[in-house]
C-alpha cells in the first residue's frame, strides 16, 4: 500500500475506539443499553484491521528517504505537516539502491556488518528501522518543551498494535456474552474502547511524555474497570491500589522524562532513541546520566508491569471482571513496562548496572510470584501470578544486553517474543477462567469445583491449550519464547563479566519454569479433572459458554497452539521486530540443547502435578502439613501486602496523622500566640490606667527623678 | 473592548447594589433571580472579552492586522492591552491614576471569576434561604473586587481591590457560614489584613524610593511604568531583599504557602459552599497572581536570591504537607482545603522556577485550580445538602444513590490528581518541569505529592461513593440525584477541565507573551547556581541540521 493510504491508516487505528468510547459513554445508558458492544466492536474490528495492513505494509515504507524530514519535523513540527508526501517519493530513488544492495548481501557478511556497526556505535550513522510518523496538531508547546500529538509506527509498534487490537476485538466480543445483562454493560464497553485507544496511542505515541499521557490514560481506565462493581468494597480498594501503586512507577518514569528532556533537549523518540553518537556524547560528558534516566524508567515500567515490590496491586486487580483481567491485566497493559524498556533500548545498553537489576528484578519476581501461585486456590489468582510471573520472565530477558553488545537485540527479542506469545495464551487462560467462573455462577475458588471435563468441554481444551502453551510444551507458543528466553541467559551466562550473575538467573528461570508448569497443570487438573463437583451457585446444570464466548476461545486456541511455531523457528517475529531503530538484525538459531532443557522442564512439572492432583490426590495435603511453615510463607503470599502495610503504609498514616496534629497545636498555636500579643499587652496596660491618683502620682515621681538623673549625667 | 471590560467590572457591583436597596422587598426567589442574571451578564461580557482579546492576538499573527497594543513602553514587564487611564488625583509628584488594562493572563483570570461566580450562586440557589438578597450581594460584590485586582495596573487601585475582596468574604462566613462561623471569619479576615499592611509598607516604600529619584518615572503608582523605571535602576540587592520579603507576606499568608495557611481549612469549613468555591477558586490566586504581577518584575535580584531558594522550599514543604495533612482528615471538606494547599504548592513551586515552563505551568494552576476545586467544593456542598454532614466514615457506596454526582466526583478527582488528558496535569507538569531546570531536588521532592495526591483524594472517592451503600441519617425525604441547575453549576467547569488538557494550545498562546516578558526580564538576573537549563549542546544541534 502507498505512503499516502498509510496515514489516514495510522489516524483510524485509535480514532476508531475513541469515537466507540464517546458513543457508547453518551448513548449507551439511554439508546444502545444491551446494544452497547456494537460500536466496540466495529471499532475494535476497523483497528484490528488496520493494524493488520499497517503490519503488512510497513516494512515497504522507505524511511530512510524520508527520514531526514522527519528529523527537521522534530524541529519544527509544522513542516513535517505541510510536507507534501511527493517530496519523500522524490527523494526515494537516491536512497533505494543503498536499501537494495543491504538485502542483496549474505547472511554472513550482514551480521559481520551488524557486529561492527555495534561496534563502532558511537560514531555510526543512525541506523534507521522502517517508521511512519504522522503529525496531528501542537499539543504543549511552552518554552524548551515541545510536545507534538504525533504518532509514530516502526516495527515494534506496529506488532503491539495488532497484538492489542486483535486481543481487544476476542475479549470485546466474550465480553459481550460475559457482562450479559449486567446493568453496567455501556459502561464496560465505553470503558473498555477507552482502553483500546489509550493502549493504541500509548505505543504509537512519538515521544516520551505522549507515552507518559496514555501510559496514565490506561491506568485509568483500569482504575474503571477494576473497580467496574464499585459497591464491593474489596473492588473499590483493589482499584484504588492499582491506581496509587502505579503512581509510584510513574513517579519514576516523571523524571525520567525531566532527566531526557534536560539533557537531550528533546522528549521526541526519533531525537532521543535515533541518535547513536548524541547518546554517546552525553554519556562521555556525563557518565551518570545514562544510568539515572534507565533507572527511572525502569521504575515506571515496574509499576505499570507489577515488579517486585510494585507487584501487589496485580493481584488484587482481579476484582474486576474477567475479560478486563484477560485484556488488561494479562494480554495488554500490564507489558506497557516490558515495550518500554524493550524500546528504549539504545539508552539501556549504556548502563548496563541497570540492566542487570532488570535482570534481577525480572528474576527476583518470577521467582516469588510462582512460589505464591503454588498454593492458590483461587483459580484466577493462579493465573494473575502466573502473569507477574512470566513479566519477570520478559525483564529477565531484557537485561541481558548487559552481558555483550552483540547480546542486546537478542535479549529484546527474545522478551518481546515472550510478550506476544504471552498475550494470546494468558488471554485464552483467562477467558477459559472467566468461562469456568460464568458456569460455576462466580466461584472460583479451585476446591469447590472439579471434573468440569463433560460439562465444559471446549472450555477445558482450550484452558488446556493454553495451559500446555504456558507450561513450555513443545510446539506451542509458549515452549517458542521461553526457549529464547533461556538462550539469551545461557549466552549471557558464559560472558566473563556478568557470567556468574547470569549464571544464577538461569538457575532461577529454569526452576522458575518448572514451578510454571507445576501451578498451571495444578490449576488443570484441579478444574477439570477429578470427580464432577458443582458449587449449589451453579444451579443443577452448569452451562457451557455461549457461542459469542466460545469462538474467542477457540479463535485464541488455535492462536496459542499455531503462533508461536509460525512466527518463532521462522525467524519472521525476530526479523520483523530487529527492524526497529535502536536494534540490529541478527541471525536466528535452533538452541537443540535448550530445547531439550525445557522440554524436560515441561513434562517434570506435568508429570509432578498429575502425580500430586490426578494420581494421588491425598499428598497435596500432607506435604502441606509436613512443610507447613512454607506453605504458609506462599499461600499468604509471603505476606508482602501486610510487610508492605507496615512499612509504608501504616508510618506514612501516621505521619500523616502527627501532621493534622502538628497543624492544630504547633503552627495554628502559634499564629494563635502571635494573635493573643496585642490583647495580653492590652490587658497588662489597661491595669495601669485604672485610676488610682497615688500610682499616677508614684510614676510621676520616678520619672522627674529619673529625668533629673538623666539630665545631671549628660551635662 | 474598554467598554466590555467596565461592564464586565460594573454589571455584579450595580446587581449587587440593586439587590441591597431592594433588600426588603425581595423575596428569596426573586433574589437569586436577579443575582444569577447579573453573574451571567457579567460572565458573558468576560467571554466576550476573552474572545475579543484571543481573536484579535490571532489576527494579528495572521493577517498582519494591528495587533493590541500597549502604550506603556516596551522596557516594561506588564504590558497591558485595552487599557484605561484616568488621573483622577495629582498633588506634586503624586499622581493617582484609575488605570485598568487586561493582558493575556487577567483576561483569563477574569473569565475564570465570573464562570466561577455564576456556578456559586446556582448552588447556593436552595441552600441560602436566610437574607438571600444580602448572600447574593456579597457575593457579587467579592466579584467585582476579583474581577477589579486581575484588571488593575496602578499599585493603589491593585491595593484597594485587593483589601476590598476582604469585606464581602468576611460577611459570607460571619453571617452564613457553619457552627464556628464568627472565629473563622475574624481569623481569616485579621490574618490576612495583618499580611496585606505589610505588603502595603513595602509597596509604600518602593513608590517613596521611586520619587526621591529625579529621573523617577512621572507616574509613580502605575505598575507598568514603575517596572520600566527599575529595569533601568535596579534597587539594591540589599534592600531589594527586604522589600521582597515584605511585599511577600501578604501573598505568602493568601496563596497561603506553608507555614501560613492554618485559616484556610477553617475559613473553607465554615464558608458556605459558594464562599468556598470563590475562596479557593479566585480569592487564593490573588496571592500567586501579586507574586507574579508585582514582586517578580519589581525584585527580580530578590527573586532569584530569596524566592527560588526560600519559596520553593516552602511550597514543596507545602506540597508534601498539605498532601499528609489531607490524608488524615476525616471532613471531606477539609480534605479539599487541605488539598488546595498542596496544589498551591504546585502552582507556587512553577512560579519560582523562574522560566518559561515553570511560571506557565503555574498560570495554568492558577486556573485549573481554580476549576477543579471550585468544582471538588461544589460536590461537597451538593452531598451536604442533601445530608448535612461533611464526615466520610458516616457515608459510603453513595455512587448507588447518586449516580450522576459519583461521575462527575470521580472525573473530578481526576483532573484534581492531575491525569493526562485533563487541565490538571498540563499545569503541574509544566511547573514540575520548570523546578526541575532550576533546582531537580526541589522538583523530585514535589513530585512524591502527585503520588500523594492520587492516595487522598481516590481514597475519598472510595470511602464516600464506592462499597456498599450506607447513607448518613436525613429526613423522610428522598435523596435526589443532581438536579439540572447542579449540572449547569457543575458541567461547564468539566467541559473546561477537558478542553484545557486535551488543546492547552488556544490557553497558551494567549499567555505567552506575557510570560515571555517576565521571563526575559528575569533572565538577566546573573544567577550563580550551576542551572540544568536543557543544552543547547552542539550534539542535538548537529544531529538535527
Known amino acids: 500500500m502507498s505512503e499516502e493510504l498509510l496515514y489516514p491508516l495510522l489516524w483510524l487505528i485509535p480514532v476508531a475506539p475513541l469515537a466507540s468510547a464517546i458513543v457508547t459513554a453518551l448513548l449507551g445508558p439511554k439508546v444502545l443499553k444491551y446494544r452497547s458492544h456494537l460500536p466496540c466492536w466495529s471499532a475494535l474490528a476497523v483497528s484490528f484491521l488496520s493494524s493488520l495492513v499497517l503490519l503488512y505494509s510497513l516494512p515497504s515504507v522507505d524511511s530512510q528517504a524520508n527520514k531526514p524530514e522527519i528529523w527537521r519535523a522534530g524541529e519544527d513540527a509544522t513542516a513535517q505537516a505541510e510536507q507534501p508526501a511527493g517530496e519523500a517519493a522524490t527523494a526515494q530513488p537516491e536512497s533505494t539502491d543503498g536499501g537494495s544492495a543491504a538485502s542483496g548481501e549474505s547472511e554472513e557478511s550482514r551480521l559481520a556488518a551488524a557486529v561492527a556497526a555495534l561496534k563502532a556505535k558511537s560514531d555510526a550513522e543512525p541506523k534507521v528501522g522502517p517508521e511512519i510518523v504522522a503529525f496531528g496538531f501542537e499539543w504543549l508547546h511552552v518554552g524548551k518543551l515541545e510536545v507534538p500529538f504525533e504518532l509514530r509506527v516502526d516495527s515494534i509498534s506496529a506488532i503491539m498494535l495488532s497484538m492489542v487490537t486483535g486481543v481487544s476485538l476476542l475479549v470485546a466480543m466474550f465480553g459481550s456474552g460475559y457482562m450479559h445483562h449486567d446493568a453496567g454493560y455501556p459502561r464496560f464497553f465505553a470503558a473498555v474502547s477507552m482502553f483500546v485507544f489509550s493502549m493504541c496511542m500509548l505505543v504509537m505515541a512519538n515521544s516520551f511524555v505522549l507515552l507518559f499521557v496514555f501510559w496514565e490514560m490506561v491506568g485509568l481506565c483500569s482504575y474503571l474497570l477494576i473497580g467496574f462493581w464499585f459497591h464491593k468494597p474489596s473492588a473499590a480498594a483493589a482499584s484504588k491500589k492499582a491506581f496509587v501503586v502505579n503512581r509510584i512507577g510513574d513517579f519514576g518514569l516523571i523524571m525520567a522524562i525531566f532527566l531526557i528532556w534536560t539533557s537531550f533537549g528533546s522528549v521526541s523518540f526519533s531525537d532521543v532513541l535515533g541518535n547513536p553518537a548524541t547518546i554517546a556524547r552525553l554519556h562521555s560528558v556525563a557518565p551518570s546520566l545514562m544510568p539515572a534516566i534507565c533507572f527511572c524508567l525502569f521504575l515506571g515500567a515496574m509499576g505499570k508491569s507489577a515488579q517486585f515490590p510494585l507487584q501487589v496491586w496485580l493481584p488484587d486487580a482481579m476484582e474486576g471482571p474477567t475479560p478486563v483481567s484477560a485484556l488488561i491485566h494479562a494480554a495488554t497493559m500490564v507489558t506497557a513496562g516490558i515495550y518500554l524498556v524493550a524500546r528504549c533500548t539504545p539508552l539501556f545498553e549504556y548502563a548496563p548496572l541497570v540492566q542487570l537489576t532488570v535482570t534481577g528484578t525480572g528474576a527476583i519476581t518470577a521467582a516469588l510470584a510462582a512460589l505464591i501461585a503454588l498454593t492458590q486456590t483461587d483459580l484466577k489468582r493462579v493465573l494473575a501470578y502466573s502473569t507477574v510471573s512470566q513479566l519477570g520472565f520478559m525483564f529477565m530477558a531484557l537485561g541481558c544486553g548487559a552481558a555483550g553488545a552483540e547480546l542486546v537485540t537478542p535479549a529484546v527479542t527474545a522478551g518481546m517474543f515472550h510478550l506476544f506469545t504471552h498475550a494470546f495464551f494468558k488471554a485464552l487462560l483467562f477467558l477459559a477462567a472467566g468461562s469456568v467462573m460464568h458456569a460455576m455462577g462466580d466461584v472460583i475458588d479451585m476446591r469447590r469445583f472439579s471434573g468440569l471435563k463433560r460439562a465444559l468441554p471446549i472450555t477445558h481444551w482450550t484452558f488446556l491449550v493454553g495451559a500446555a502453551a504456558l507450561a513450555g510444551v513443545p510446539l506451542l507458543a509458549g515452549f517458542w519464547s521461553k526457549d529464547e528466553i533461556l538462550a539469551v541467559l545461557i549466552a549471557a551466562a558464559k560472558t566473563s563479566q556478568y557470567g556468574l550473575f547470569f549464571g544464577i538467573v538461569l538457575v532461577i528461570a529454569s526452576l522458575t519454569a518448572l514451578l510454571t508448569a507445576f501451578y498451571t497443570f495444578r490449576a488443570y487438573f484441579m478444574t477439570f479433572c477429578g470427580p464432577e463437583k458443582f458449587p449449589e451457585e451453579a444451579g443443577h446444570h452448569p452451562h457451557e459458554a455461549t457461542p459469542i464466548m466460545a469462538w474467542p476461545l477457540r479463535i485464541l486456541a488455535v492462536s496459542a497452539l499455531l503462533i508461536g511455531l509460525a512466527v518463532g523457528p521462522t525467524h519472521l517475529f525476530a526479523g520483523y521486530l530487529q527492524r526497529t531503530t535502536g536494534l540490529t538484525p541478527v541471525e536466528g538459531h535452533f538452541h537443540l540443547d535448550v530445547m531439550a532443557l525445557s522440554v524436560f522442564i515441561a513434562t517434570t512439572g506435568i508429570g509432578l502435578a498429575w502425580m500430586l492432583y490426578v494420581a494421588m490426590p491425598t499428598v497435596p495435603a500432607k506435604i502441606a502439613t509436613v512443610l507447613k511453615p512454607f506453605y504458609a510463607l506462599s499461600q499468604g503470599k509471603f505476606f508482602l501486602d501486610e510487610i508492605l502495610l507496615v512499612l509504608v503504609v501504616f508510618p506514612l498514616r501516621a505521619i500523616a496523622w502527627l501532621s493534622t496534629l502538628f497543624d492544630r497545636l504547633v503552627i495554628d498555636g502559634l499564629i494563635d500566640g502571635v494573635a493573643r500579643v496585642p490583647r495580653t499587652l492590652s490587658d497588662r496596660l489597661k491595669g495601669l490606667q485604672g485610676g488610682p491618683v497615688t500610682a499616677y502620682a508614684g510614676v510621676m515621681w520616678i520619672g522627674m527623678v529619673a529625668a533629673v538623673v538623666l539630665a545631671m549625667t549628660l551635662l | ?545
Open chain 2, 1 to 545: 473592548m474598554q467598554a466590555l471590560l467596565f461592564i464586565t467590572l460594573a454589571i455584579p457591583t450595580v446587581t449587587a447594589v440593586l439587590l441591597m436597596l431592594f433588600r426588603s422587598s425581595l423575596a428569596t426567589a426573586n433574589a437569586r433571580w436577579v443575582a444569577v442574571c447579573g453573574g451571567s451578564l457579567a460572565l458573558l461580557c468576560s467571554v466576550f472579552l476573552l474572545a475579543r482579546y484571543h481573536s484579535a492576538g490571532a489576527m494579528s499573527l495572521e493577517s498582519g492586522m494591528k495587533p493590541l497594543t500597549s502604550t506603556v513602553s516596551p522596557d516594561s514587564v506588564l504590558q497591558p492591552k485595552v487599557e484605561y487611564v484616568h488621573t483622577w488625583l495629582k498633588s506634586g509628584r503624586m499622581q493617582l491614576d484609575l488605570y485598568f488594562g487586561v493582558d493575556g493572563i487577567s483576561v483569563a483570570m477574569i473569565a475564570l471569576t465570573t464562570l466561577l461566580t455564576v456556578s456559586a450562586i446556582l448552588i447556593s440557589w436552595e441552600s441560602i434561604q436566610d437574607r438571600a438578597a444580602e448572600f447574593y450581594a456579597a457575593l457579587l460584590l467579592l466579584e467585582t473586587g476579583l474581577v477589579g485586582v486581575f484588571c488593575s495596573f496602578d499599585l493603589i487601585l491593585f491595593y484597594v481591590f485587593f483589601e476590598m475582596t476582604l469585606i464581602p468574604l468576611f460577611f459570607l462566613i460571619a453571617v452564613w457560614g457553619g457552627k464556628e462561623r464568627k472565629w473563622a471569619a475574624v481569623k481569616f479576615f485579621l490574618y490576612t489584613l495583618a499580611g496585606s499592611l505589610v505588603t502595603l509598607s513595602g509597596l509604600i516604600y518602593v513608590v517613596l524610593y521611586a520619587s526621591v529619584d529625579p529621573t523617577g518615572p512621572a507616574n509613580l503608582t502605575s505598575l507598568p511604568a514603575l517596572s520600566a523605571w527599575l529595569k533601568a535602576h535596579p534597587i539594591p540587592a540589599q534592600l531589594q531583599t527586604t522589600l521582597f520579603i515584605a511585599v511577600s507576606m501578604g501573598f505568602l499568608i493568601k496563596v497561603p504557602v506553608f507555614p501560613f495557611h492554618t485559616w484556610l481549612p477553617l475559613a473553607h469549613v465554615e464558608a458556605p459552599t459558594a464562599g468556598s468555591i470563590v475562596l479557593a477558586g479566585v480569592l487564593l490566586k490573588l496571592g500567586s497572581y501579586g507574586f507574579l504581577r508585582i514582586c517578580l518584575p519589581l525584585f527580580p535580584e530578590a527573586s532569584v536570591a530569596i524566592g527560588l531558594p526560600v519559596i520553593g522550599l516552602l511550597s514543596v514543604i507545602g506540597i508534601i504537607y498539605g498532601s499528609l495533612c489531607a490524608l488524615a482528615q476525616t471532613d471531606i471538606k477539609k480534605l479539599v482545603a487541605y488539598s488546595s494547599v498542596a496544589h498551591l504548592g504546585f502552582c507556587m513551586l512553577g512560579l519560582f522556577a523562574l522560566n518559561t515552563e515553570g511560571i506557565t505551568g503555574s498560570v495554568l494552576q492558577m486556573i485549573n485550580h481554580g476549576l477543579s476545586t471550585g468544582a471538588l467544593f461544589i460536590i461537597v456542598g451538593m452531598i451536604y445538602e442533601r445530608y448535612h454532614t461533611r464526615e466520610m466514615s458516616e457515608m459510603s457506596g453513595l455512587a448507588t444513590r447518586l449516580p450522576r454526582i459519583a461521575v462527575f466526583m470521580v472525573f473530578i478527582s481526576m483532573s484534581s490528581i492531575g491525569l493526562p488528558g485533563l487541565n490538571g496535569f498540563v499545569g503541574e507538569f509544566l511547573s514540575l518541569a520548570g523546578m526541575f531546570r532550576a533546582n531537580p531536588v526541589y522538583s523530585a521532592l514535589g513530585t512524591t505529592g502527585v503520588i500523594l495526591g492520587a492516595w487522598y483524594l481516590l481514597t475519598a472517592v472510595q470511602k464516600v461513593f464506592f462499597g456498599t451503600l450506607v447513607e448518613p441519617h436525613h429526613g423522610d425525604h428522598d435523596v435526589d440525584d443532581m438536579n439540572p441547575r447542579e449540572f449547569l453549576a457543575i458541567a461547564p467547569l468539566a467541559i473546561l477541565c477537558l478542553w484545557i488538557g486535551v488543546k492547552p494550545g488556544p490557553l497558551l498562546d494567549m499567555i505567552r507573551p506575557d510570560i515571555k516578558a517576565v521571563v526575559d526580564h528575569l533572565e538577566k538576573v546573573p544567577r550563580n547556581a550551576a542551572e540544568g537549563a536543557p543544552s543547547e549542546t552542539p550534539a542535538v544541534e548537529a544531529s538535527a541540521e
